[in-house]
Each structure stands twice: as C-alpha cells, then as structure tokens.
C-alpha cells in the first residue's frame, strides 16, 4: 500500500459520514491508502473522532467496511485501530459494531473454500492436525460444513482417515455436524470399514444419530455390510450390539444382506460375530434364494462345512 495524503474534501466527507462520496469517487486501494499527513489516520479513524455524540453512528463505517474490510484493523501512526478510539471516545455502540464485525469477518474466512471446495477445516481434519481442528470448531460451533467436491464433510474424512480424536471434537463441537459422504455414504460407513477405529468414536457417532446404522448408501449398502465385506467383526459387534434388526437390511441389486458378504468374502469370525448377535438372519436370502452357507461354500468350502457343523448344534431344527 501506497499512502496518500487524503484531501481535504475527503476528510470532511469522512467526518461528515458521507459515503456517497467514496463509493463514487474511490477505489478499495485507494480508500486503504487515504491516510492523514502526520497521525496516519483513516478515513474510519476521522470519522470516530469527529463524532460529537457517544451514541455515535455506525451506518459510514458499515458501509465502507463493506467496500474496504482491511479497514477495520487498519492502525495509525500510534499503532491504534478503529476499535481503540471508539474505545477512548467512549462510542460504546461503535465497539459492539466493530467487535461484531470482526467475528463476521472471522467467521467468513473459515467458511471460505478453496478450489477443491474444502474450508480451513477440512483441511484441517485431512491433513490430520487435531489441534487445528478443536480451535476452528469452537470458534464457529454452529456452521454445518457442507461436501468438498469430492463429496466429503469434516466429519466424513474424519471417520474415513481414522481420525477418532477429530471425530469426537466434530461431535462434541458443532451443534450441526453433516455426516454425509460419497456416494451416500455417511460417517458411520466410513468407521464401519476400519479395523483400528476407535471404539469410543464409533459409539459417540451412535450416540448422536442412532439412525445412521440403517442408512444406506447409493448401492443398498449399510454400515453393517461395509463391516462385513472389510471383515470387520469388532464394528459389528458395537453396531448389533445397538440394533440388531440392521442385519435384515439386504442390498438394491442383489438382495444381500451382511452376512451373505461376509460369507461370501471367507469371513469366519464375522460370520461368527453376525450369527451370535442375530441368529435369525441365517435363513434370509438373495434374489436368487442363495443363504449365507451357499456363499460360504462357493469361497471356503471348509468355512462351509465348520458352519454348517456350529449351526447343526446351535440350531437342530437347521436344515
């Protein structure tokens, strides 16, 4: 920035309020660099100053905060910003103004995207920097951060890079938390995939929205089949362990239900985990009348055979 010496027309349209005057006369830069010979003040510095009341107005700083937002923390040749001489002045609604005004103006710049659509925070919960993280949502609790162009939220990436930490904060943070994800998948789809998620994470996401374990992605696939494809016994055991009846839920295209994946997979401890927690779900079958045992045997045929042995002595009336 460039200063230069303010006229004195300009300096009695600042101290008179009239913004009319700047917005068609001057550029932004040019309103920036209007400074005062000696004292360095700005056109907002002039302006508090030459308010007789204290209850003074707002409406010229409003409006040329609006075509110059750098004015706001713009000092003069004491270092001191609007703010401490509506301060010394005594303008008490001018504080309340400008302090509003720099949250809005903080608040702006956290919920700006970048060309990949991802605000601070997203970047933040990416690249796996917690700290970052608690400090951006406790500044700006209630902003719900929509999908990155990739169709991710905070909380989505979060769940999906493992971050559990991260997925607590979100949760406990932000009073409108979005849990969407990719391809209709949302948070819990993301945790469900993952051996090494955090227990404590994945009940806090419960905790919130017990709804999320039925809900299924654009394939008919819930949670609870992600957990079952990825062999993920220990996830599906905390989710049966709070609805039972989500196993039931079958696929859009084949009418698989999870255990048929996990069977399907060779999964013998997930099997054994599903089966357990829900027994009843072994005779559910696909579209084309296959149970889990046909795809068991179809992958292992002695994961078949062990099955069919257990279930024989859990269940004589099998057959």
């Known amino acids: 920035m460039n200063p230069i010496s303010i006229y004195p027309n300009l300096f009695n349209a600042a101290a008179a309020g009239d913004a009319e005057t700047f917005k068609r006369n001057t550029t932004s830069d040019e309103i920036e660099s209007l400074?005062?010979?000696?004292?360095?003040?700005t056109i907002l510095h002039i302006n508090i100053i030459s308010q007789k009341r204290k209850n003074g107005s707002t409406k010229f700083i409003g409006e040329m905060l609006d075509k110059c937002p750098s004015l706001l923390l713009q000092v003069n040749a004491k270092g001191d910003t609007p703010l401490h001489l509506a301060a010394k002045f005594g303008h008490s609604n001018i504080v309340s103004f400008?302090?509003?005004?720099?949250?809005?103006?903080?608040?702006?710049?956290?919920?700006?995207?970048?060309?990949?659509k991802n605000t601070a925070l997203h970047e933040a919960v990416c690249h796996g920097n917690v700290q970052v993280v608690k400090i951006l949502t406790k500044q700006d609790p209630d902003y719900p951060y929509s999908e990155n162009k990739y169709g991710k939220t905070p909380l989505y990436m979060a769940a999906e890079g493992r971050y559990s930490e991260m997925v607590i904060e979100l949760l406990e943070n932000c009073t409108s938390v979005s849990h969407e994800g990719p391809n209709g998948k949302t948070a819990l789809h993301a945790a469900a995939m993952h051996f090494y998620f955090d227990e404590a994470a994945l009940k806090k996401l419960l905790e919130k929205k017990m709804s999320l374990i039925k809900e299924t992605d654009h394939y008919g696939w819930t949670p609870i089949h992600y957990a079952a494809y990825y062999n993920?016994?220990?996830?599906?055991h905390v989710l049966l362990e709070n609805d039972q009846t989500a196993t039931d839920i079958a696929d859009k295209d084949r009418k698989m239900i999870a255990l048929h994946l996990a069977a399907g997979q060779g999964h013998a401890r997930t099997v054994e985990t599903i089966l357990f927690l829900d027994p009843k779900c072994y005779e559910l079958v696909d579209h084309r009348g296959w149970n889990f045992l046909h795809y068991a045997m179809g992958k292992r045929k002695q994961l078949a055979l062990t099955l069919i042995t257990e279930f024989m002595i859990i269940d004589p009336t099998y057959h």
């Not at 400074?35 to 003040?41: G, I």
């Not at 400008?98 to 060309?115: F, G, P, S």
């Open 35 to 41: 400074l005062t010979a000696q004292t360095k003040n």
């Open 98 to 116: 400008l302090i509003e005004r720099a949250k809005l103006a903080a608040w702006q710049m956290m919920r700006m995207t970048n060309n990949e």
């Open 232 to 236: 993920q016994y220990q996830q599906i």
